[in-house]
């Protein structure tokens, strides 16, 4: 790890000389020296920095250096004969920027929960574990842009406030001009998205294809695990693509973004697979290298009922699967990612393609060990008159939605698309248990601290 600094510190040479900034993170006294660790937030290595007493501050300032000082430190770079590191830096100048008081700075030298870090979400990315989330997470988001510009997608910013309820769930928070006025702002009642597909939609029968990459917001008051009020979704939405294509591209994508990030961050991987999921390394390479199974949500059913488990939810034909359901298909039955398709049409939404047995919908789900649902997508039904009646079935307004319908009315074409949670895919990734150590501020029922 420390050959990444001795390359990210290259740059910063000059006449043998390197500038560094940064924090912090201990110091150690002995005889005539002081040790510093210091960190950049770069990567997760430190850097030793050797300060003598002959330094002008050494007495004044370095000795009282703690946790989570910040310094600029000018010395000269060199071999370190330390085990476990290739290089040091002897300083020659430490210049302190800004103290930390060592009687309330709360993040001291050693293991803290991370149930503790949430409480203080403004310091919590100095920690090692959060610190590698946030780099992993922000090359997770370069995958993806990568993944869908070489595939030839154009990116769509989607409307974060919209009149369209994707989900027809309901579950949306409502935006209110906020000075009393009787009227809507936009004029009719408006709400935070759940999901920028339906508009995806119009772009793709326009461009071909495109996606989505934002914030999404749900008004749901779970407090797990598992939810947040507000995440990322990738949406991409294809013309002229069946069911089959959408499996394809989102298979294609988990190992492209998976491959990716085991390249770019082996450091930070390492440090979860020892300290929050043993294992994950090998998780990982197997689903880069695996063959998705692929059954249908019938079979999946039949597969579940067979078990011995004592499921908190019963498993029957018609109910939507719960994550215990997911998880044992993943596993405990296949042990590795499932692909699930043609789901009753009862609980699925109404943008879905019913299948010519009228009972299922052209759905997939793609499962994977430790998270279960990862992806869910579907082929769209573009056929005007099913999809009038399923809206109406469904209790929407059509007059609301004529816009959509037109989609249906004017050069209507097969196509289809997918949703992948963000955030579960940082989980997946991380083996973080929880999903408000994956973003940066979780926004939860009753939580929203900065």
């Known amino acids: 790890m420390a050959k990444r600094i001795q390359h990210l510190l290259q740059d910063k040479v000059v006449d043998g000389q390197v500038t560094v900034q940064g924090w912090v993170r201990t110091r150690r006294d002995t005889g005539s020296f002081s040790f510093l660790e210091v960190n950049d937030g770069s990567c997760l290595a430190n850097l030793q920095v ?18 989570g000082c910040s310094v600029e430190i000018l010395g000269t770079l060199q071999e370190s004969p330390a085990k476990g590191q290739d290089v040091e830096l002897l300083a020659e100048k430490i210049a302190v920027l800004g103290w930390a008081d060592p009687e309330t700075y709360p993040l001291q030298k050693k293991r803290h929960s991370l149930e503790f870090l949430r409480s203080i979400s403004h310091l919590r990315p100095r920690t090692n574990a959060l610190g590698a989330v946030a780099r992993v997470r922000s090359q997770l988001s370069f995958a993806v842009h990568s993944f869908f510009k070489q ?15 994707c989900e027809g769930a309901g579950e949306m928070f409502q935006v209110a001009s906020g000075d009393g006025e009787k009227e809507p702002f936009f004029g009719k009642p408006a709400g935070l998205t759940v999901s920028g597909q339906l508009q995806a939609e119009v772009y793709a029968q326009a ?42 591209l989102a298979t294609a994508m988990l190992q492209a973004v998976i491959g990716d ?38 079979k999946a059913v039949a597969m579940l009922e067979k078990q011995a488990a004592d499921f908190q939810y019963p498993v029957s034909w018609g109910i939507d699967l719960q994550s215990e359901h997911e998880r044992c298909l993943t596993e405990k039955i296949y042990k590795s990612p499932v692909i699930v398709t043609d789901y009753p049409s009862s609980i699925k939404p109404f943008y879905m393609r019913l299948n010519d047995d009228e009972q299922t919908v052209a759905a997939m789900d793609i499962l994977v060990p ?66 408000r150590e994956v973003i940066p501020f979780p926004r939860t029922p009753g939580f929203a601290p900065c």
């Not at 595939?151 to 309820?165: A, K, M, W, Y």
């Not at 947040?228 to 069911?243: G, K, R, T, Y």
């Not at 949670?421 to 989980?427: D, I, K, N």
Request: glycine residues 8%; proline residues 3%.
């Open 50 to 67: 050797i300060a003598d007493e002959k330094l002008e501050n050494y007495g004044r300032e370095i000795c009282k250096l703690g946790a």
């Open 151 to 165: 595939r030839g997608f154009v990116q769509i910013h989607t409307p974060i406030i919209t009149t369209s309820d």
């Open 207 to 248: 461009l071909g294809q495109v996606y989505t990459f934002g914030p999404t917001f749900r008004a749901e008051n779970s407090n797990t695990s598992r939810h947040l009020a507000e995440f990322w979704m990738i949406e991409p939405e294809m013309s002229f693509c069946d069911l089959s294509c959408d499996m394809e």
């Open 261 to 298: 990030i085991l390249a770019s961050c082996p450091e930070d991987l390492v440090l979860f697979d020892r300290f929050i999921e043993k294992g994950l390394l090998k998780k990982l390479r197997k689903v880069l290298d695996a063959d998705f199974v692929h059954i249908t949500y019938s």
């Open 370 to 435: 430790g998270i279960g649902e990862l992806v869910g997508g579907s082929q769209r039904e573009e056929r005007l008159d099913i999809l009038t009646k399923r809206m109406t079935a469904a209790g929407i307004d059509l007059q609301e939605y004529d816009w959509y319908l037109d989609l249906r009315r004017y050069g209507t074409v097969p196509h289809a698309g997918f949703g992948l949670g963000f955030e579960r895919l940082v989980q997946f990734v991380t083996g973080m248990t929880n999903i």
